[in-house]
Structures are given as structure tokens and as C-alpha cells.
């Protein structure tokens, strides 16, 4: 079993669901979920840094595992757009992604798979993140702390796949479908995540 201890991952990972869940169930659901993960304190002092994988591996172990809410899966779905859409407000300048929407589909493609790779220990913690250019895009996680020790019959990580697709839709194709076929969580080897950019025709792009 991978580790997930002794490696850090963004905060974002904590803060944006913690948003999902007051949206879907109030304080009082938010509370009772980082409560069960031991993570409380993280409602009182939100991070503001780079945090420990472990706890925020357990939160979303916590999320996939409960029964207090009707869609627990879309509320990580929800957390990945979250985490996306603050990316694109303040860390993303807004030069670059005026040019990646004026840049042909491909090339857009590459680049910000090439940024998202750059910037993959922000959300891959201790996992070994690559990426596989072309039509489709591949993203592959080896070790993905976010499910270790998970079993499962069907890919679990909602919100890496989430994270992935609003950035595709906003910067390459508001067409983009985001598939995991694959999820260590139901027994493979990595965390496989298809994006598949290619529109029909390439339409006006908007936030």
C-alpha cells in the first residue's frame, strides 16, 4: 500500500470541500464529516499552505464513505470544480489564459497538460503523476494518496477528474469529457484519467 504519510498535498484539496459540503448539507453536515475524519480543526483555521496527504486523504475517504448525504460523490465532483475555478482566479494570469483560448485545440492541449504536470505535487502528494499528449489526453496517477488502501468497484477520484475537466472546458474546450477508466481503488495500477478535448467544432469559450 502506498504511503501517505510524510508527503503534503494543496490545500485546496480541504478548503474547496469543505465549501461542497456546506453547500449540499449545511454547517451542520460539514462539521460532522471532518468530525469523523479528525480533521476539525480545519473548519476553525482553514490551511493556508501545503498540508499533510494523510488527514486530507482521510477526509475524502471519510466523504466517500458516508451515508449522511444523498450524493456524496458529486459533492467531490463539486470540490474539484471548486478547486479548478480558484485556479483560474488566482493562479492562472489572466494573459495566459486569453492565449491558451486562442490557441488551436492541440496546442492548448499540450500546454496546459504541460502546466498541470508542472504543478502535480499540489494535488498528486506523494503519487507519481504523467501525462501522455494527443487526442486524447491522458493523466495517470501511480499511488494516488487520495484513495490508498480504498477498495472499490468503480474509479472513486471525482474530484482530480472534476479538477481536470473545468480546466479543459475553460482554457482548451468547453467540450471536454473526463473519463477515469481506470482507479487504484478498484485494483489497478494507477489512477487513469482520459480527457477527451476534441469538439466538433470549435466554439466561443467563456468562465
Avoid at 502506498?2 to 474547496?16: E, F, L, W, Y
Avoid at 480533521?39 to 501545503?50: A, F, K, T
Avoid at 450524493?71 to 479548478?84: K, P
Amino acid at each position: 500500500m502506498p504511503r501517505t504519510d510524510s508527503a503534503m498535498i494543496g490545500p485546496n484539496a480541504v478548503i474547496q470541500l469543505a465549501a461542497a459540503l456546506k453547500a449540499a448539507g449545511g454547517d451542520r453536515l460539514c462539521a460532522e464529516v471532518f468530525a469523523a475524519a479528525g480533521v476539525s480543526s480545519w473548519l476553525l483555521s482553514p490551511p493556508e499552505g501545503m498540508i499533510d496527504q494523510a488527514p486530507a486523504a482521510r477526509l475524502h475517504r471519510t466523504v466517500r464513505a458516508s451515508t449522511s448525504a444523498a450524493d456524496l460523490s458529486g459533492i467531490l465532483t463539486q470540490a474539484g470544480r471548486l478547486t479548478a475555478d480558484y485556479l483560474l482566479a488566482n493562479r492562472i494570469p489572466p494573459l495566459a489564459q486569453t492565449i491558451l483560448r486562442q490557441l488551436p485545440d492541440r496546442i492548448a492541449a499540450r500546454a496546459l497538460a504541460a502546466a498541470i504536470r508542472s504543478h502535480a505535487w499540489t494535488f498528486a502528494g506523494s503519487g507519481r503523476f504523467t501525462v501522455r499528449d494527443g487526442s486524447p489526453t491522458v493523466f495517470e496517477i501511480a499511488g494516488n494518496p487520495l484513495c490508498a488502501g480504498e477498495q472499490a468497484a468503480a474509479p472513486v477520484c471525482a474530484w482530480h477528474a472534476a479538477v481536470f475537466r473545468r480546466l479543459f472546458r475553460a482554457l482548451v474546450s468547453d467540450r471536454t469529457r473526463v473519463t477515469e477508466d481506470a482507479c487504484s481503488a478498484s485494483g489497478d495500477a494507477v489512477c487513469r484519467f482520459v480527457v477527451d478535448w476534441r469538439p466538433e467544432r470549435r466554439p466561443h469559450r467563456s468562465l
